[in-house]
């Protein structure tokens, strides 16, 4: 069984992703939970995976769309060497940004929409899985049960919308389970995050509890790479061809 977890007060984008979900999923037994009234990310998905009964659990925003063919194959097979899989993450965690320490310590490919179609960001792309992560983006995570269970999710420290990601992760890190980003997962990402004043907060929150385990900015060596094209369909089939070249 996996399970999927979904905070969402949008019934338009909870609807559409289930149905996505259901799609990928196939034949796959799984279940998808919603939580409609999250007073925080971390409360709802404590509270999603109370509810849950799968031996996978994902933990998924609402607006993404899943691009990635033979998904349940793909996922369930990177679980077997791996305890937590996301799409996009760092093997050097320097602070409450996961991305902050850039190339060459940064891995995974997500779409996003611009005003004049969508621009497939590359973060790094070495190889189809990128073990060794410290920390990962919260757009999609997939957990074995009993590595969330062990970790679970900071919403007394995390009681809003921002870091949840990044400290979940980074302390399964920490806690010795094994982290990847899967490049063969491609996904569309509707939002693309917002950094004010009440982002600062949370971040100064995570900078506090983490501070004395937390890198330092290394060498940069390359950049994100940034592929536009103007379709839907043009973003799909860069994101599966940058997967068909890895092998």
Request: with cysteine; proline share 4%.
């Amino acid at each position: 069984m996996i399970s999927i977890v979904i905070c969402s007060i949008n019934p338009v984008n909870f609807t559409r992703i289930s149905a996505q979900y259901h799609a990928a999923m196939g034949a796959e037994p799984h279940e998808i939970i919603g939580i409609h009234d999250a007073k925080s990310l971390c409360e709802g998905y404590n509270r999603g995976l109370a509810r849950s009964t799968g031996d996978i659990v994902i933990f998924s925003h609402d607006d993404i769309e899943i691009w990635t063919p033979h998904f349940t194959q793909r996922l369930k097979a990177h679980l077997q060497n791996f305890d937590v899989v996301g799409v996009a993450g760092t093997n050097r965690l320097v602070g409450p940004n996961w991305y902050q320490a850039g190339p060459p310590y940064a891995f995974g490919q997500v779409a996003h929409v611009i005003p004049n179609g969508f621009h497939v960001a590359v973060y790094g792309a070495p190889r189809r899985v990128v073990g060794n992560i410290q920390a990962m983006d919260g757009l999609f995570l997939a957990f074995r049960r009993d590595a969330i269970e062990r970790v679970r999710w900071d919403e007394q420290t995390f009681n809003g919308f921002h870091c949840y990601d990044v400290d979940c992760t980074y302390r399964a890190y920490l806690s010795g389970l094994r982290l990847a980003v899967a490049l063969d997962l491609p996904m569309l990402h509707l939002s693309h995050g917002e950094y004010g004043d009440t982002w600062q907060q949370y971040a100064h929150r995570f900078t506090q509890k983490h501070a004395a385990t937390l890198g330092t900015i290394g060498p940069r060596n390359g950049q994100c790479t940034f592929i536009q094209v103007p379709t839907r369909e043009e973003a799909i089939v860069v994101m599966n061809d940058i997967v068909e070249q890895l092998g």
